[in-house]
């Protein structure tokens, strides 16, 4: 008789855990589902249609059709996108790992070097994207000033005027704000690193860049494959940081594909208000997204491993 009231009372205190986990779940996930899955149906649904704001007709695929067939702008914004994105993190990603290992020894200072590589990650981006345009401005920017007077530039630069040049201080901004972040999450990943294995490579004399190549790596593997995989499609989906500095200037070269996007939604930057034609490329663009993330994701499996 005990033992079905010990059985009871488990049961009922098991019962009672899922309940109360049930509840503590339920607020976050409606708010996934309201914030989320609605949005993506909403866009799914005017993606078929011509919609500015007031009128609405239905217009089957043609949204898709004119998005593959009439609008080059679309896919240099794309290429842009990537040229931008992938650039910028071959020089965020191996700093923000190399801030991370060196920082995460006992040096002096250490954390005050860790607050201050973190806090631009906490300053609004439209904030750092005025903060770069006013120091790359092309006659009383402090970076021409600079150059100027170290006698490495004749005349000032037009750091604006020429795609590349913008396309690099959007760069630099972005690798300034984000390093830090990236830099935090390389240090949680060496944080669950087994310090034995790093005493043994001492005794064993291994050498520093053996023992990172060979112990370090390898261990924050899956770790690392997470960091990079946020950074790549957060890189993908920049949009503030290019509005509130070049807006896609000069003539449209630095147009990314989600202001790109965002012109046509809210009619910015002379446009028409076009809801559902930029709905489509909403979701062409989230389809894109998924691929590069599919791609990556198997690309890296050895990473994982």
């Given at each position: 008789m005990t033992g079905k009231k010990t059985k009871y009372s488990s049961l009922e205190h098991s019962r009672r855990d899922t309940i109360q986990a049930v509840i503590m779940v339920t607020p976050s996930l409606l708010g996934f589902i309201?914030?989320?899955?609605?949005?993506?149906?909403?866009?799914?649904?005017?993606?078929?249609?011509?919609?500015?704001?007031?009128?609405?007709?239905?217009?089957?695929?043609?949204n898709f059709v004119r998005l593959f067939t009439r609008d080059p702008d679309y896919w240099v914004s794309v290429g842009t996108t990537f040229i931008l994105a992938f650039g910028k993190?071959?020089?965020?990603?191996?700093?923000?790992?190399?801030?991370?290992?060196?920082?995460?020894k006992k040096i002096a200072g250490a954390g005050f070097f860790r607050a201050a590589l973190f806090l631009p990650a906490i300053i609004s981006t439209a904030i750092v994207g005025l903060i770069f345009t006013l120091m790359f401005g092309a006659y009383d920017g402090i970076i021409n000033?600079?150059?100027a007077d170290l006698r490495l530039i004749k005349d000032h630069i037009n750091w604006f005027g020429n795609k590349w040049t913008a396309l690099a201080m959007?760069?630099?901004?972005?690798?300034?704000?984000?390093?830090?972040?990236?830099?935090?999450?390389?240090?949680?990943?060496?944080?669950q690193i087994p310090q034995e294995l790093y005493e043994c490579a001492d005794i064993d004399g291994v050498p520093p860049f053996r023992v990172f190549v060979s112990i370090t790596l390898?261990?924050?593997g899956k770790m690392f494959q997470i960091i990079l995989l946020m950074a790549i499609i957060g890189s993908l989906k920049v949009a503030d940081l290019v509005l509130a500095s070049t807006n896609g200037q000069p003539g449209g070269a630095t147009e990314?594909?989600?202001?790109?996007?965002?012109?046509?939604?809210f009619g910015h930057s002379g446009r028409i208000i076009q809801i559902g034609y930029a709905s489509a490329m909403?979701?062409?663009?989230?389809?894109?997204?998924?691929?590069?993330?599919?791609?990556?994701?198997?690309?890296?499996?050895k990473m994982r491993d």
């Open positions: 309201i914030l989320v899955y609605f949005p993506i149906l909403y866009i799914l649904q005017y993606a078929l249609f011509n919609y500015n704001g007031w009128e609405k007709s239905f217009a089957g695929f043609e993190l071959a020089v965020e990603i191996p700093l923000a790992l190399f801030l991370a290992v060196l920082l995460s000033v600079i150059l959007l760069g630099t901004a972005s690798v300034w704000q984000n390093a830090g972040v990236n830099m935090i999450f390389f240090m949680v990943a060496l944080q390898p261990m924050i990314v594909v989600m202001t790109y996007i965002f012109k046509y939604f909403s979701v062409i663009t989230g389809l894109i997204l998924a691929v590069v993330s599919v791609i990556y994701l198997n690309a890296t499996k």
